[in-house]
Nanobody
Framework: VQLQASGGGLVQAGGSLRLSCAHS????????MGWFRQAPGKEREFVAG????????RYADSVEGRFIMSRDNAKNTVYLQMNSLKPEDTAVYYC?????????????WGKGTLVTVSS
């Protein structure tokens, strides 16, 4: 499985960005998909996850109500719409795929995309 994330960049606080992650190599709908992030000097943390069907979503408390994750199974792609961005959202964002029901194990990681939010 290959995961290719894109869409990062520099944005002012209060702005929006949309990240995309293209999945290839195996059956996309076998996998739950997620986004994690890692800020400088901090551990990687879970941001959002979506079930294979898109019917179940989960968000970290820090992004609940601001970020929206979705998936397009016809395009083998997931998205993370990030609104009302804050400087503390600055991080490298990683796309992830898992066959598990929870995110305690990630089967595949994509290369990260950097999001920088200026104050």
């Amino acid at each position: 499985v290959q995961l290719q994330a894109s869409g990062g960049g520099l944005v002012q606080a209060g702005g929006s960005l949309r990240l995309s992650c293209a999945h290839s190599g195996r059956t996309f709908t076998d996998y739950a998909m997620g986004w994690f992030r890692q800020a400088p000097g901090k551990e990687r943390e879970f941001v959002a996850g979506i079930s294979w069907s898109g019917g179940s979503l989960r968000y970290a408390d820090s992004v609940e109500g601001r970020f929206i994750m979705s998936r397009d199974n016809a395009k083998n792609t997931v998205y993370l719409q990030m609104n009302s961005l804050k400087p503390e959202d600055t991080a490298v964002y990683y796309c992830a795929a898992t066959l598990n029901r929870s995110w305690n194990r990630v089967d595949y990681w994509g290369k990260g995309t950097l999001v920088t939010v200026s104050s």
